[in-house]
């Protein structure tokens, strides 16, 4: 079965740091990007970052550049988001999906992230 | 804040048709393929239309889209009350290097 599963999301203060993951199952994952989506509480939804397969276009969005980065290990399977300095507004339910963004075909079921004193 | 304009909510009776419109820029949708998602209440988003107008498998074909210019459509056939939930459309955007999500239409069905 071609499934993503999430995982790393925690409570952390202003200013803390925390990285999730994303391991892939059921599928060639190296031929295969994979973006993080996520939707904060009563929003919709919003792209974060992606990357291809061999981690040669890496891209965020402006809200989130200089203080996540994502990443990427074939051998495991996995993706990584490295989320520093964060802050209340990052404040969301974090998934993976993968793909281009035009075709994000396999979503995960997502990571809580909570930004709170 | 949204780039890509959807209605915030349509509603229609069981066995009716709807449409959502989704409008952007030159930057957006005028170049680039537009997706829709369906996300119902506790569950992961999913892929209703790629491409601008093609079902994975598995999508039936009451689901529909179409793509002009800079705009864009979702249409829905025959509404079941399974279909309520939250409808975004998505396009990269060239100028910003990121991917856009619509404001996401919420689907009641009477």
């Known amino acids: 079965e071609v499934q993503l599963v999430e995982s790393g999301g925690a409570l952390v203060q202003p200013g803390g740091s925390l990285r999730l993951s994303c391991v892939a199952s059921g599928f060639t994952f190296s031929n295969y990007g994979i973006n993080w989506v996520r939707q904060a509480p009563g929003q919709g939804l919003e792209w974060v970052s992606s990357?291809?397969?061999?981690?040669?276009?890496?891209l965020h969005a402006d809200c989130v550049k200089g203080r996540f980065t994502i990443s990427r290990d074939n051998a495991k399977n996995s993706v990584f988001l490295q989320m520093d300095s964060l802050r209340a507004e990052d404040t969301a339910l974090y998934y993976c999906?993968?793909?281009?963004?035009?075709?994000?075909?396999?979503w995960g079921q997502g990571t809580t992230v909570t930004v709170s004193s | 804040q949204s780039v890509l304009t959807q209605p915030p909510s349509v509603s229609a009776a069981p066995g009716q048709k709807i449409s959502i419109s989704c409008s952007g820029s030159?930057?957006?949708?005028?170049?680039?393929?537009v997706s829709w998602y369906q996300h119902l209440p506790g569950t992961a988003p999913k892929l209703l239309i790629y491409?601008?107008?093609k079902r994975p498998s598995g999508i039936p074909d009451r689901f529909s889209g179409s793509k002009s210019g800079t705009s864009a459509t979702l249409g829905i056939t025959g509404l079941q009350t399974g279909d309520e939930g939250d409808y975004y459309c998505?396009?990269?955007?060239?100028?910003?290097?990121?991917?856009?999500f619509g404001g996401g239409t919420k689907l009641t069905v009477l």
């Open positions: 990357i291809d397969g061999s981690s040669v276009i890496i």
């Open positions: 999906a993968r793909g281009p963004f035009h075709n994000l075909d396999v």
């Open positions: 030159t930057s957006d949708i005028g170049r680039n393929y």
């Open positions: 998505g396009a990269w955007d060239t100028s910003l290097s990121g991917g856009r």
């Open positions: 491409e601008n107008n």
